[in-house]
């Protein structure tokens, strides 16, 4: 069965870096697009980065210079550097896999930022 396993999250000061991991199995990782999403309290769920199959990436237009995604087909892997975090990213990040009509959602994470 699939499944989406992330890792990573938790509790940093303002300023400090985190990097998230979500795993994958199931299903053909290569091929699909990996994206990660994120909801904050009382919040839509939205776009952070999103990573094809060809690497090319793209960012919601606040995590541009702060965050950075990467994927490594070899350990059915995508990962998501966050730097300069600030109080505002608060949130669940969710890893997310499409490719067709197929799109699959891992638990989430809890990343707190706060002094």
């Known amino acids: 069965q699939v499944q989406l396993v992330e890792s990573g999250g938790g509790l940093v000061q303002p300023g400090g870096s985190l990097r998230l991991s979500c795993e994958a199995s199931?299903?053909?990782?290569?091929?699909?697009?990996m994206g990660w999403y994120r909801q904050a309290p009382g919040k839509q769920r939205g776009l952070v980065a999103v990573?094809?199959?060809?690497?090319?990436?793209n960012y919601a237009d606040s995590m541009k210079g702060r965050f950075t995604i990467s994927r490594d087909n070899a350990k059915n892997t995508v990962y998501l550097q966050m730097n300069s975090l600030q109080p505002e990213d608060t949130a669940v990040y969710y890893c997310?896999?499409?490719?067709?009509?197929?799109?699959?959602w891992g638990q989430g994470t809890q990343v707190t930022v706060s002094k």
């Open positions: 990573i094809n199959s060809n690497n090319n990436v």
């Open positions: 997310n896999a499409r490719w067709g009509g197929n799109s699959y």
């Open positions: 199931g299903f053909i990782f290569s091929i699909y697009a």
